[in-house]
């Protein structure tokens, strides 16, 4: 059975304020509106404030206090899916009032305030309207849990949705939907993209009594529930001999089934989709394409306002190794390029952020400068499938933002990821981020105590791109660390540097992979190598690296100018990357020049000695933080060090056997 009663608060940790701090109108709080989710706004702000005024406090709904804080909803008919999430909050005199466009967007803005509260940034707004909107519409979370209770890619725990099978209903995942809202998700999809046998009931009255409850709850916050569905449930649930998505009978019985939901559930949120990809069934299978399958589904949902959230995530899982000339990393593009403009108003394309799977450096997708007419949402993986399994501490605000930041050029300069999936470049309704959850039923929620700073991130950044990555790491530990300045330096030095330690020390120069098969936690530097999976380095002798150039995969191709050009020039190709778009001799110097093979052997060395030197400032903080999170951490930093020490020394006596090139430093390197 899985832990459900024992669980930290996490970042909602509101502790009691210094005296001076709190304000006359603090403890008066008014709601003006009966929305369900502004009522729970209004909870939410006595929770909280209570807890930093040490006091209970109940909101009135009587306007005659004053001093107060005023809790409002002003709707506007104008609104589409993002306006209605903006607020504003303004003082007047010595009260302040907090104005949503919807009860959510109320929520938000008490969150905010809140916040401001806490860590003391209320006078900033004093004077001036603070008026906020979300950049992105949709800020979407996806659980990979699978109803026999186990995580796919999860590193802290069981599931704290199912156990063997059922779906359970209780305090923890109350308290998990609260968390959620506070970082302004707005939507859930509550089981894995892989739908097993039993996980295709979920849109069946086996389970949507029990998911009903679910949306009920993530409905209190404002959130939608989402499920992921098998392209195949027609045949598996409907006795169907196909599911071919231009079949009148697959068509109808989605129909019903659909309608069926929605009675249920009227207030779900839509589906999401991984088809034709490691197995999973699709529309290839009947000559189709994808489009013709998520449409299928779209003209139903759309009936009830619902989505489908087609995944990109599409390629050949079984290629042969000896095959130069197929590249995986082309295949979204390549399926989806020509699509552009049949799908749907109510589809939207998620696609993961580079163009493989989640490794530690990848360049951005092409697909995000290729589709025009097409909603798009960016998908990252907060879970540390390839980026330490939160074990390793990884913090990847830096590399998100990277990502958000980077210059499609898909209009002409200017045409970034964040304008695209934000909707601003084309006018798009329905788009944003996803990020696949780290949670699990660990005390702690996220295994590694300061992997939640991912989590959180990941729900601030997709709120507001402009904050920076070191801002929200600050914030996060001040809420669920300490508030003390020189704790709050070191850890955020900590968060800020991890990222490059941890690329330091794995696959060098964005060729990727070289990770235990399956597992993908620690090296294996010819694990994948001559495997099904596309996914190679290419090492020989003389060189490594993947040369997707027009002379190779001609990948290159797949992005706008200046891009192809820089990334098809070795010698202007960004570094970080170099690997990923050329195949290199080992002695190819460098801009700083150093050689490629003194390039990995000096970060592999490198990033062992920092780790060592992050442990030390940890060491530090013993005595000043919580016994429990120091000790946690230091448990993970400990493993972090053998890691880094094997991935260092199997990379380094790798390519040292290959290419019997010594090291310029002369350190240890086993022969
Ligand atoms: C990765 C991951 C799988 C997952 C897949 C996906 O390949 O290892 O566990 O199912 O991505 O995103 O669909």
């Not at 026999?148 to 923890?172: H, L, P, Q, T």
């Not at 045949?235 to 929605?262: F, Q, R, T």
């Not at 120069?509 to 235990?516: E, H, K, P, S």
């Not at 990357?577 to 990995?600: D, N, R």
Request: hydrophobic share 35%.
């Amino acid at each position: 059975m899985f832990n459900s009663t024992n669980y930290t608060k996490c970042w909602l940790n509101y502790k009691a304020i210094d005296a001076e701090k709190v304000r006359e109108c603090f403890a008066n709080v008014i709601l003006m509106s009966a929305d369900r989710v502004a009522i729970t706004a209004a909870e939410e702000y006595c929770e909280h404030m209570g807890a930093m005024l040490d006091a209970k406090i109940e909101y009135s709904t009587d306007i005659e206090y004053e001093p107060a804080v005023c809790l409002q909803v002003e709707e506007d008919d104008d609104c589409d899916a993002l306006t209605n999430q903006s607020f504003y909050i303004e003082k007047n005199e010595d009260s302040y009032a907090i104005v949503g466009k919807s009860g959510y967007a109320l929520l938000q803005g008490v969150y905010a305030f809140l916040r401001m509260v806490y860590l003391g940034d209320l006078e900033k707004i004093d004077g001036q309207r603070y008026e906020f909107t979300p950049s992105m519409p949709l800020r979407i979370v996806n659980h990979w849990d699978d109803m026999d209770g186990s995580i796919e890619r999860g590193y802290s725990g069981r599931s704290f949705f199912y156990d063997n099978y059922e779906m359970f209903y209780n305090d923890r995942v109350e308290y998990y939907a609260k968390l959620m809202a506070s970082i302004g998700i707005n939507a859930i999809v509550i089981n894995n993209v892989n739908v097993h046998q039993n996980e295709t009931y979920l849109i069946t009255d086996r389970y949507l009594e029990i998911v009903r409850k679910y949306s009920d709850l993530f409905g209190k916050y404002g959130m939608k529930l989402f499920l992921s569905v098998n392209f195949a449930a027609p045949m598996e649930l409907g006795n169907l001999e196909v599911s071919d998505p231009l079949d009148s009978d697959v068509c109808k019985w989605w129909e019903k089934a659909i309608a069926h939901v929605y009675e249920v559930i009227p207030e779900f949120g839509g589906f999401l989709v991984k088809a034709d990809s490691e197995g999973r069934p699709g529309p290839f299978t009947y000559g189709r394409t994808h489009a013709d399958g998520a449409n299928m589904l779209a003209r139903e949902l759309k009936k009830y306002g619902g989505l489908v959230i087609w995944r990109c995530f599409v390629y050949n899982c079984g290629q042969d190794w000896r095959d130069t000339k197929t590249d995986r990393a082309r295949a979204a593009y390549d399926h989806f390029m020509e699509l552009d403009g049949t799908f749907d108003d109510n589809v939207i394309l998620q696609i993961k952020n580079g163009p493989m799977d989640f490794q530690v450096r990848e360049p951005v997708s092409p697909m995000f400068g290729g589709l025009k007419k097409t909603n798009m949402m960016l998908e990252v993986q907060i879970a540390q499938e390839y980026t330490g399994q939160q074990i390793d501490l990884c913090y990847l605000i830096p590399m998100w933002k990277e990502i958000l930041e980077f210059d499609t050029f898909a209009e002409g300069e200017g045409s970034t990821v964040e304008k695209i999936v934000s909707g601003k470049a084309y006018g798009n309704k329905y788009c944003g981020m996803a990020g696949v959850i780290n949670t699990g039923d660990d005390e702690n929620w996220t295994g590694n105590e300061l992997a939640a700073a991912n989590l959180y991130g990941y729900g601030r950044l997709a709120m507001d791109p402009s904050l920076s990555a070191e801002d929200i790491a600050r914030e996060w530990i001040r809420f669920s660390i300490s508030k003390e300045d020189d704790i709050v330096d070191d850890v955020a030095k900590l968060l800020g540097g991890s990222w490059a330690t941890y690329e330091k020390y794995n696959a060098p120069l964005g060729i990727g992979w070289m990770v235990t098969p399956h597992y993908h936690y620690g090296p294996d530097i010819d694990g994948y190598e001559y495997d099904r999976w596309g996914t190679y380095h290419r090492a020989d002798l003389h060189g490594i690296g993947v040369d997707r150039t027009d002379s190779g995969t001609g990948y290159v191709n797949q992005y706008n100018e200046p891009w192809r050009n820089i990334y098809a020039d070795r010698d202007r190709c960004p570094e970080e990357l170099i690997l990923f778009f050329h195949h290199l001799p080992y002695t190819y110097e460098l801009k700083t020049g150093k050689t490629v093979i003194q390039y990995i052997y000096d970060t592999h060395f490198e990033g062992v000695e920092e780790v060592r030197e992050m442990i030390g400032v940890w060491k530090n903080l013993e005595g000043r933080i919580d016994r429990r999170i120091y000790d946690n951490v230091l448990e993970r930093f400990e493993r972090q060090l053998n890691n880094a020490i094997e991935w260092r020394d199997r990379v380094n006596t790798y390519f040292y056997r290959k290419c019997g090139i010594d090291d310029a430093k002369n350190r240890k390197i086993f022969r």
